[in-house]
């Protein structure tokens, strides 16, 4: 028998209440639902409907809802969710496998209510997977949150309700990509709700960058600083330094002088505007932990020479001041060494903005390229990313009071004053007097894919870097 076959027959027959400590993923229930989304999979058509082979599917989706309610009792807080989920299931079932529509169990699952350290979730849609696939399959995931008490105190000032940090357990294959978010627009709905959260897999953010970054500094002769170097080493601390960069990140697309949308949804832009809006993001977490630590560690330093019996600062407090510098190594070394060089160079924005940091590092004397070894000069590091981040800042204020166009104009003119443009780009020769009087549409087109090429460091080190890169496709903490 097949496992789907065995884990089926298994699952059809167990009691509701599964737990029986075993691991979750070690669940038949959970075997069984992974087997059949899986081979779910391989019916359905790009936008998740199934035309052929209906009744197979009937069984699968049967096999899917009989497992979801056999774990339901190991997720108490999902189980709304989970009762909505098979109803959804059944529902797609009875209208013969059209166009999925799981508005309903979408709307029921609000995992931003529990942010709770270790708290398990299961989730079933069909989706496509950001860096993934853009089919609506059936996709599961076992999952659990990331919520160290230090998080839990630094979110009461740098509020974000929305803000889900997650861990990867087991998934099905439209996760086993370079996929590291769960965002509900993913989901196939009727219709748009009001999205109340997003979630972001920091397990597998902090496993790329502990591979990477260890090649990368072993191929550039980098000495790591002490912080950085025990991230490569430590999966969890590394992990609570990705959900305290990533929360401060995610709630600054929503704050500053924005002089437009700031998710950019349905808007055609130029791509290296999206490179700025994630870029500035992260220079915020980047300026933010800086102020952090100097805050904590001046509390330190008072409490030191009253020499006070109690320490100043609580237990999270410590922990915030140790993780705020390792935010400011993991925004320069994940966004130099592995945005840079990661993706194709098809309108890359993320690649664009690593490019960007490095140069402006460079350009300013901070960050040196000499007899082929990198070296940082750590005490001007911080000053010289602040200004790249107030250059941006300046740029937004600025542009609240330009034309849309006019502020593309002066948006690329800020990159290209760091970046060589591609020497057959139309913008760096000056876009014709057609296009600058015509619609936005122009501008866009007249952008190259590949408008800003990467230097030669780049280039050199991506060929000595694509097999390690490749390798992260699909990674999770338990593989680093």
């Not at 300046?394 to 002066?410: C, F, G, N, Q, T």
């Amino acid at each position: 028998m097949s496992l789907l076959q065995t884990t089926t027959a298994t699952v059809i027959g167990e009691p509701e209440v599964v737990e029986d400590g075993r691991a979750i993923e070690l669940q038949p229930a959970w075997l069984a639902l992974k087997a059949a989304a899986t081979a779910l999979q391989g019916l359905q058509a790009q936008d998740g409907s199934v035309s052929d082979g209906e009744d197979e599917a009937r069984e699968l989706v049967a096999t899917i809802a009989a497992a979801i309610r056999a774990l339901a009792p190991l997720f108490p807080h999902d189980a709304e969710y989970l009762a909505a989920s098979i109803v959804d299931f059944e529902r797609w079932a009875q209208g013969c496998f059209g166009v999925p529509d799981f508005l309903d169990s979408l709307v029921a699952f609000q995992p931003q209510r529990d942010r709770v350290d270790g708290l398990p979730h299961l989730v079933v849609f069909p989706m496509y997977t950001q860096n993934g696939s853009r089919n609506r399959f059936v996709e599961a995931v076992l999952c659990e949150v990331i919520w160290p008490e230090f998080i839990a105190e630094l979110e009461q000032t740098y509020t974000n309700k929305l803000f889900v940090s997650l861990r990867l357990i087991d998934f099905t294959p439209g996760y086993d990509t370079n996929s590291a978010v769960l965002f509900p627009e993913t989901v196939a709905m009727r219709e748009i709700p009001s999205f109340t959260w997003g979630a972001i897999f920091q397990d597998r953010e902090a496993a790329r960058y502990r591979r990477v970054v260890a090649e990368a500094s072993a191929i550039t002769k980098l000495d790591l600083p002490t912080g950085a170097a025990r991230m490569l080493d430590d999966q969890q601390l590394a992990e609570k330094t990705f959900v305290m960069w990533d929360i401060i990140h995610d709630r600054t697309h929503m704050r500053g002088d924005l002089p437009f949308d700031p998710f950019m949804i349905k808007q055609r832009m130029p791509f290296f505007l999206y490179s700025l809006e994630e870029l500035r993001c992260d220079l915020t977490a980047f300026r933010e932990s800086v102020g952090i630590q100097q805050r904590l560690q001046a509390r330190m330093d008072a409490s030191a020479l009253r020499q006070a019996q109690e320490p100043e600062l609580s237990g999270a407090e410590l922990e915030m001041l140790e993780h705020a510098q390792l935010v400011q190594y993991a925004v320069i070394f994940d966004r130099i060494f592995r945005f840079a060089i990661t993706g194709s160079r098809v309108r890359n924005y993320d690649g664009l903005g690593g490019q960007l940091l490095f140069a402006w590092l460079h350009q300013r004397g901070v960050l040196h390229w000499t007899d082929t070894a990198l070296a940082f000069d750590w005490d001007e590091v911080p000053a010289a990313v602040v200004a790249l981040a107030d250059a941006i800042d300046r740029l937004y204020w600025e542009s609240i009071d330009r034309p849309k166009v006019a502020h593309w104009l002066a948006a690329y003119e800020l990159i290209r004053s760091v970046l060589t443009p591609n020497p057959a780009s139309q913008w760096a020769r000056g876009l014709s007097d057609e296009v600058l009087a015509g619609p936005p549409k122009g501008y866009t087109d007249a952008v190259l894919d590949d408008e800003f090429p990467l230097s030669m460091f780049f280039e050199a080190l991506e060929k000595k870097m694509r097999g390690v890169i490749a390798s992260t496709e699909g990674i999770t903490g338990r593989d680093a």
